[in-house]
């Protein structure tokens, strides 16, 4: 007999169980719908399921009843109940004892859960104040927009913040990002009139009110609701940092406003990890790859029905190690958690466990992934068939199997994945569980060991520590391993969608694809693809400067020599202007001119995921070379070069661009190509446009120092005119030693795409341009901010070339120059290097306030987590100011100042306000661990901080407009390239010290030349007054006897002088 809807609404209110008296209080507070009484407070205090069925379908209009059952049910968290009601009525009925229309056509069922879905989409949009964003979708570059907002306190206060405040929270890897709770005193704007409303209409003040779960919105449903309003790059990189932050990530995004849910495969693809396997332990080895490209076990936790205990609380026990207990998976007991979701049902999330390679703390040997499905399985069908298909073993949570259960449990047979049980107290205690249980063991090869019971009485401990067992026991026996594009495929077929299948990423990874098709290794790519660079561009270099410096000119008269320079110069530009493009630089150029704005950085993206995959494979066959070759120097040397110029990115495309022009250019200027024939006069416009959208574009080629300034200047030129003249910038650089976190540092404070990866450290110096608001633009006199990251001084890999301080000193000087605001990033680890880089940044201080700029300055220090550390930092600052002090007057030496210099000379230096303190990046050990909140709110706190900085020193500070920076570039790049640095050595103390050292060898060179020329006067004399009969032999083998006897004795006086002038100290 086919049951009716009376039937679906009385199977519901059952199912409630202990919720069935929740159900009753919410429904209190609901108005009915129009036309509709409501039902009395007395009737519901004492009503059965039974009795509260005839009251909703008595009391209600057509098919208000079983409206209103949904509208309550969602209200208390049980969307899987509401879903499923809708589904076996058909959307309701006018006539309660009317068959339910649970066998109509799947499409008007499907049509009629898609429209439910959108309108709780609609609320929820509606809610949070995002609708404009349903069509207009949110884009990286609206969050990194500098505004007043941007700078205050996040906390939310009402629904419309909470958007907000995930976006700047997450985008700062702020790990309370998730958390929806409103300020203290604050309430959700529908909560709060609601309960006006209630209050003013009367009722029970007895009456129980979960307020703290009716005033805000589950945090999944605004996730939900964000990536839904975010563009495809956004969406990136929210997955991105939430992955930074150890959050669970989402891996199907509900059916929201489409048929069918949406694998997040694109929205994943940034994500690279590092860990280290436990067959790589004794070798000190590690693994970095792309998450989507790496390979691994998958293990799925599903609900069937209702359960007493958190499932996705369970796995935060299971993934965390003992202790470093982290909240991977948002779940009840959590800020928030308790909240009733509204459109997240369905979601499937996904996190990860990686190893360190320590067998004893480690809780799986290999990389696992780990999915939770947010729902019923009864409701969300797709979803489980989807992971069942994926997996090597899926839990299914439960506390009672009922017959229909049973047989949709009966439809797996045959399934290659295995199937686990985890029973709680009530199931123990279900005669009917047990015996649906028994029927299925045959079925899904069930024995002893896939069920699990989970009762009040049992040990957390113990029970975690099982579960942990049985996952490796899994992964060491099943063979089932895949990477995300193999997930990919499997939801294909199952007709899931997949966020990668639209036209503009589909037509982004073909034109990519083309280019990188035939590429082998970072060398062949660089030696066919990339011909202007290499050996060609780093002798043009070489040749520049030497045009500017004359150190190898000789006895060549200075005209000649030049002479000579200008034709090297001119023969290399048309080597360069020669080389004939090859396929894949011509697509890649046609690829900027014909595409669309979003097909292009599709584009652009596909490009450097396979580059950066290629760079990647090649550093780690290269390191295992290294490796292997301990005892071999000159091939360890060979390879330490590869090593280092092992890096290929759309860096180096972009690059190759700019030599193109730059040759092209140098071409016309000599004369020797007419205008007409200039093929790339609009690549810079090109440029200037990626600058606009967000890309960072080089400044300074860091593999051979150089600027290619026509590049450069047209490049700025043409952004200065597609921004119409409205370039004020605020030049902003950040310095530092290398792997001090500095990209990182930018990247969360401004929301950049500085890159950060292993293998990937900054090269020469990168700018990106920052939009400021309308609102305050006047208030930070720019339009703009221009952060330039830079390479970190001292690297270890130029520390054996020769000019390697040059290199160091020249790009201090230049960027410093640049700036109107220096952030100099230190870490407390390595004393020496920190010294080191002061020293060169006090260099570059001195000479940019020698030509009469005022250098403005920040000292941020990096891994302070002392609980002392503010008594510390007290007597830390004083003791940095002295040796400033030091270090400026040593410099002032080395320049030649005559003059009693200190660093306060230099610029207006507060120590309270200019130095800053920042905890460690990782809260724990990597790569388990998440971002360290201090870190993260640090950091909020300096770009607070910065911005105030600004605005004290807005009288110092003038913003330079493009064509003033343009100029500023070419004129202090002239002067670098002119100058032959004196103080190439490791420091200025140390260029003071050979200076003194040699003014003394000077003075006791001279003393010997003295002393040697009155001993020699002699000697002549004696041998004048000698008869030429006497003078024997053996007179003359004495005298030369006495003379290296006497040169002995005075090098070894000299060598004493030296010595003890050296052990009391130049002053001596």
């Known amino acids: 007999m086919e049951e009716t809807v009376r039937d679906h609404l009385l199977g519901t209110l059952e199912d409630l169980g202990e919720e069935f008296e929740t159900f009753t209080s919410k429904l209190s507070e609901i108005q009915l719908q129009e036309g509709s009484r409501n039902i009395p407070w007395n009737t519901l205090q004492v009503a059965d399921p039974r009795d509260l069925t005839e009251e909703l379908l008595r009391g209600c209009k057509d098919d208000d009843g079983v409206e209103v059952t949904r509208k309550v049910l969602r209200a208390i968290n049980q969307q899987d109940l509401a879903e ?38 609609q609320d929820i949009l509606a809610k949070l104040k995002m ?3 349903k069509s207009m979708k949110l884009g990286l570059r609206d969050l990194q927009e500098i505004n007043p907002e941007s700078l205050k306190d996040w906390t939310p206060r009402a629904l419309g913040d909470l958007p907000w405040h995930f976006l700047r929270k997450v985008m700062a890897l702020n790990g309370t990002a998730r958390n929806t709770n409103f300020w203290q005193g604050a309430t959700g704007d529908q909560a709060s009139s609601e309960e006006n409303g209630r209050q003013a209409g009367g009722g029970n003040v007895l009456h129980h009110s979960n307020s703290d779960a009716r005033d805000s919105l589950h945090p999944l449903d605004v996730l939900c609701a964000v990536l839904f309003c975010s563009d495809s790059f956004l969406q990136q990189e929210i997955l991105s940092k939430m992955s930074m932050c150890q959050f669970a990530l989402p891996l199907l995004l509900p059916a929201l406003d ?24 004794e070798s000190r080895g590690f693994r970095e790859e792309s998450l989507v490209l790496t390979a691994m076990p998958t293990i799925s936790f599903v609900r069937m029905g209702s359960c007493s205990f958190s499932k996705s609380k369970l796995l935060n026990e299971v993934l965390s190690p003992s202790q470093q ?44 992934a780990v999915t939770n499905l947010r729902g019923d399985i009864e409701l969300h069908w797709l979803q489980f068939s989807f992971l069942t298909e994926i997996s090597s073993a899926v839990f299914i949570v439960t506390e009672s199997i009922s017959e229909r259960q049973y047989a949709l449990l009966s439809s797996l047979q045959g399934s290659a994945t295995k199937y686990y049980f985890i029973l709680s107290a009530q199931a123990e205690q279900c005669s009917e569980t047990l015996g649906f249980l028994n029927k299925l063991a045959p079925v899904l090869e069930l024995n002893k060991f896939n069920v699990l019971e989970k009762s009040n009485g049992t040990n957390e401990t113990k029970f975690v520590e099982n579960l942990q067992r049985m996952i490796r026991s899994i992964m060491n026996s099943s063979n089932k391993r895949g990477n995300m594009e193999a997930v990919a495929t499997a939801a294909r077929e199952l007709g899931v969608l997949v966020d990668e299948d639209c036209e503009e990423c589909e037509s982004g990874s073909m034109w990519a694809r083309e280019i990188t098709v035939n590429m082998r290794d970072v060398t062949s790519c660089k030696a066919e693809m990339l011909k202007l660079q290499g050996d060609l561009w780093n002798t043009l270099t070489k040749v520049e400067k030497e045009l500017c410096r004359m150190k190898e000119q000789g006895t060549v008269p200075p005209e000649d020599y030049k002479m000579q320079l200008k034709e090297k110069l001119s023969e290399l530009h048309a080597q360069q202007n020669n080389c004939e493009l090859n396929d894949g630089l011509i697509k890649f150029i046609n690829g900027l001119e014909q595409l669309s704005a979003v097909e292009k950085h599709h584009f652009l993206k596909w490009l450097k995921y396979t580059l950066d995959h290629i760079a990647k494979d090649e550093h780690s066959r290269l390191q295992v070379q290294y490796n292997a070759l301990a005892g071999d120097p000159q091939k360890l040397e060979e390879l330490d070069k590869l090593i280092s110029a092992g890096s290929l990115g759309v860096e180096h495309f972009l690059r190759e661009l700019g030599q193109l022009y730059e040759a092209e250019h140098a071409m016309v200027k000599e004369g020797k190509m007419a205008e007409s024939q200039k093929q790339f006069t609009h690549l810079p416009g090109i440029a200037a446009e990626l600058m606009l959208e967000g890309f960072p574009m080089e400044l300074i080629d860091g593999d051979v120092s150089n600027i290619p300034l026509q590049w450069v200047t047209d490049v700025l030129t043409q952004l200065h005119a597609k921004l119409g003249g409205r370039s004020r910038m605020l030049v902003l650089t950040l310095l530092g030693g290398q792997s001090t976190g500095k990209s990182t540092l930018l990247n969360t404070m401004f929301g950049l795409q500085f890159a950060v990866s292993s293998g990937r450290c900054t090269r020469g110096a990168f700018m990106s341009l920052i939009k400021v608001a309308e609102n305050f633009q006047q208030e930070l006199g720019c339009d703009f901010i221009l952060v330039i990251d830079t390479e970190g001084l001292k690297a270890p890999e130029l520390a054996k070339v020769e000019d390697s301080y040059q290199h160091d000193n020249g790009l201090a000087t230049l960027v410093t120059g640049l700036s109107d605001i220096t952030i100099v990033n230190m870490t407390t680890e390595n004393v020496t290097e920190m010294k080191d880089v002061l020293q060169i940044m006090v260099h570059a201080f001195l000479r940019i306030k020698e030509i009469g700029q005022n250098p403005q300055c920040l000292f941020v220090h990096q891994n302070v987590s002392d609980v002392s550390v503010h008594g510390q930092n007290m007597r830390d600052r004083k003791h940095l100011l002295e040796q400033l002090n030091e270090m400026t007057k040593a410099a002032a030496r080395t320049e030649k100042l005559h003059k009693e210099v200190t660093f306060s000379d230099i610029m207006d230096y507060d120590p309270k306000i200019q130095d800053w303190y920042l905890p460690s990046l990782w809260h724990g050990v990597p790569p388990m661990a998440p971002v360290n909140l201090e870190y993260s709110e640090s950091v909020g706190e300096l770009k607070k901080h910065l911005f105030q900085f600004i605005r004290i020193h807005s009288v110092e500070i003038a913003p330079k407009n493009i064509p003033q920076f343009t100029e500023w570039v070419k004129s202090l790049w002239n002067a670098l390239k002119h100058e032959n640095f004196c103080f190439s050595f490791r420091n200025p103390f140390a260029t003071e010290a050979y200076n003194q050292l040699s003014a003394k060898f000077s003075e006791l060179e001279w003393e010997l030349k003295k002393k040697m020329h009155l001993w020699l006067s002699e000697q002549e004399t004696f041998i004048q007054n000698q008869a030429p009969d006497e003078l024997e032999s053996k007179i003359l083998a004495q005298l030369s006897q006495e003379t290296q006897q006497k040169l002995q004795h005075e090098e070894d006086k000299i060598f004493e002088c030296l010595e003890k002038y050296i052990k009391d100290g130049a002053s001596g």
């Not at 996904?350 to 360190?356: C, D, E, L, R």
Request: glycine residues 8%; hydrophobic residues 30%; aromatic residues 8%.
């Open 258 to 281: 489409t048929p069918k849910c949406t694998l997040m495969l694109w929205a994943m693809r940034d994500i690279v990890r590092k860990w280290r396997p436990h067959s790589l332990a």
């Open 131 to 133: 609708e404009q964003h």
């Open 84 to 121: 499923r009601l809708t589904k076996t009525t058909g959307g309701g009925g006018s006539n309660p004892d009317q068959e339910s229309e649970t066998h109509q056509d799947p499409e008007m069922v499907g049509e009629e859960l898609l429209k439910e879905r959108r309108g709780a989409l």
């Open 325 to 368: 207990h982290h909240n991977f998976f948002i779940h009840r007991d959590m800020e928030s958690g308790n909240v009733p979701r509204e459109i997240a049902d369905g979601l499937v999330e996904i996190s990860w466990y990686f190893p360190a390679g320590n067998e004893d703390s480690d809780l799986f040997p290999e990389p696992v």
